[in-house]
């Protein structure tokens, strides 16, 4: 693991820097401790490049945020290592220092043990890398930022030393490492000598990879082994994500359906074979959300709370929201809502399409979002036509987004592929009835009101397919025709509210997946 040109590997705890800072010789001529609290059955590190409510771009910061609490009532201790970006930094309530770098790919870094928002945290202290104006991954003009496969290497990198146990006297039993950013983690860990933590890789969305210039290895100091198909070469460059998929113990995605989509040439994005040859080392399991954050009984952002048995207080919120955004204030209007980004994978060039057909049953529309600025200019011209109809609110809004879920009759998911997704799941919990496309997490968490769920009373959405103009139009009208019923509505929305979507389940699937790890590392050793 030794590191060559502007990396330093993590050192050996016979390096005095990998002492934890604060070290007192004189402590041990100091009478003995009190006995330490037992120790969680499970110790995990969770590798994240965003986590709620610190710095988010998507649904990988929630669930980063969202799973180690959940994780608890299973047994499992989490902290969460992410890098110290200035918004990080910021919102640190208390920093310990337990690591030096003398060189973190090209300058001095600190691994800090930190707490903020409820998340225990380990921080990549490192302000060459991450103390930039900007997000996480793109410059204030939107780019990516060209040091991005250095910036993340030094993730890998910190989370390698914590792992290895040179980073204080807190070491895991497993790194869970989420997405593309975290794939050097799991290929230093992998062709680390001698005992190692067991690692899990989670895929959020497989679009994104992380492919970089072959000569980056000689940067990140991997073995020349590691250079092969079965290390992190892929397709003559080096794959962030591959290296995560191919070395990591087990690999998990976000929802069943999902998993089996990427394992076809259809949906892979030429990492299907990857992933085939995972066998059941490779399997989905589905994302909840914070219900906590999310509840509409007792949500400080929506100024109407209701629940199943109090829904007409939801009518509220809808006047609320037509207010603020300047549509008119009918109550019997049919109100979609749209929280997304607006890119060609969230089907939403879909709906500008059909935007002239939607006007045409007499609904309204409210879009909160940003992207693609012909999808957006499309919006906004409609909006243009019918201001008193429609809506565009560009960026994000996060108070606005739950005025959205609370105050929306249906919620438009119209993806093309979607590998869980959270959005649908806040409409359910909120009793906006999602319509949604027969893909990915979208097919695990709505049950389409077909005539047979419908007589059944199970209902809890709208889905449709194939993924087309004319698909979503077609289920648009389903949607407007189920609307004049509003006793079926209200069953469908009852049925909504009433849905699991919490982390629960996900979260025992995950501590089982985690001892199930663990345990075959051991034996391997």
């Known amino acids: 693991m030794a590191a060559t040109g502007a990396a330093t590997a993590p050192q050996s705890p016979a390096d005095p820097i990998s002492e934890p800072a604060g070290g007192d010789i004189a402590a041990a001529t100091e009478p003995p401790a009190a006995p330490a609290e037992p120790r969680p059955a499970l110790r995990a590190l969770s590798v994240t490049s965003e986590v709620y409510p610190l710095v988010k771009t998507g649904g990988l910061a929630d669930v980063a945020g969202a799973l180690p609490k959940a994780l608890a009532d299973h047994g499992v201790e989490t902290v969460t290592l ?25 300058g001095p870094a600190r691994l800090l043990r930190a707490s903020a928002a409820g998340l225990d ?12 104006p900007g997000g996480p991954y793109l410059d ?53 000598e001698g005992p190692r933590p067991a690692t899990v890789a989670t895929v959020h969305n497989l679009a994104f990879q992380g492919q970089f210039a072959l000569s980056l290895v000689g940067v990140l100091g991997l073995p020349p082994r590691a250079l092969s198909v079965e290390g992190v070469e892929y397709f003559g460059s080096v794959g962030y ?14 929802s069943p359906s999902y998993a089996r989509e990427i394992r076809t040439p259809e949906g892979g994005m030429g990492l299907d074979g990857v992933l085939r040859a995972r066998g059941a080392a490779f399997s989905g399991i589905l994302n909840g959300i914070d219900t906590g954050i999310w509840n509409p009984q007792a949500d400080p952002l929506v100024p109407h709370p209701f629940g199943p048995d109090s829904l007409a207080e939801r009518q509220g919120n809808k006047a609320a929201l037509q207010r603020s955004l300047g549509l008119d204030e009918h109550r019997d209007a049919l109100l979609f809502g749209v929280v997304s980004r607006l890119t060609w994978q969230k089907g939403l060039d879909l709906l500008v399409d059909r935007l002239d057909a939607l006007m045409m049953t007499g609904a309204q529309l409210v879009v909160l979002g940003d992207g693609d600025a012909a999808i957006a200019e499309g919006l906004r011209g409609i909006a243009a036509q019918h201001p008193n109809r429609v809506a565009l ?27 869980c997704g959270l959005t649908q799941l806040c409409a359910l919990r909120y009793g906006a009835l999602p319509v949604v496309s027969r893909v990915g997490g979208l097919n695990d968490t709505v049950i389409d009101a077909n005539p047979v769920a419908l007589a059944a ?24 025709e189920l609307w004049r019923d509003r006793p079926a509505w209200r069953r469908m929305q009852e049925n909504a509210m009433r ?23 051991a034996v391997g050793e």
């Open 82 to 106: 992410v890098p110290g970006y200035p918004r990080v930094m910021a919102a640190l309530e208390a920093a310990e220092p337990v690591h030096f770098f003398a060189d973190l790919f090209g």
């Open 121 to 132: 945290l380990l921080i990549v202290d490192a302000p060459h890398l991450y103390d930039r």
């Open 140 to 192: 204030p003009n939107g780019q990516d930022f060209a040091d991005n496969p250095i910036r993340f290497a030094a993730l890998g990198a910190a989370a390698a030393a914590v792992g290895l146990g040179y980073a204080g006297s807190w070491q895991p039993d497993l790194v869970h490492g989420h997405d593309w950013q975290s794939g050097p983690a799991i290929a230093y860990l992998a062709y680390a």
């Open 241 to 254: 994500l591959k290296a995560a998929l191919r070395l990591a113990d087990r690999v998990t995605t976000v």
């Open 393 to 419: 609110a560009t960026g994000y809004d996060e108070g606005l987004a739950h005025l959205i879920q609370a105050g929306a009759d249906a919620l438009l998911v119209p993806s093309r592929f979607e590998p």
């Open 457 to 480: 009373g199970v209902a809890t959405g709208f889905q449709f397919g194939p993924v087309s103009a004319l698909g979503l139009e077609a289920v648009l009208h389903r949607v407007v």
């Open 499 to 521: 849905t699991d979507v919490s982390w629960d389940r996900a979260a025992a699937a995950y501590a089982a997946l985690y001892r199930q790890a663990v345990a075959e590392r």
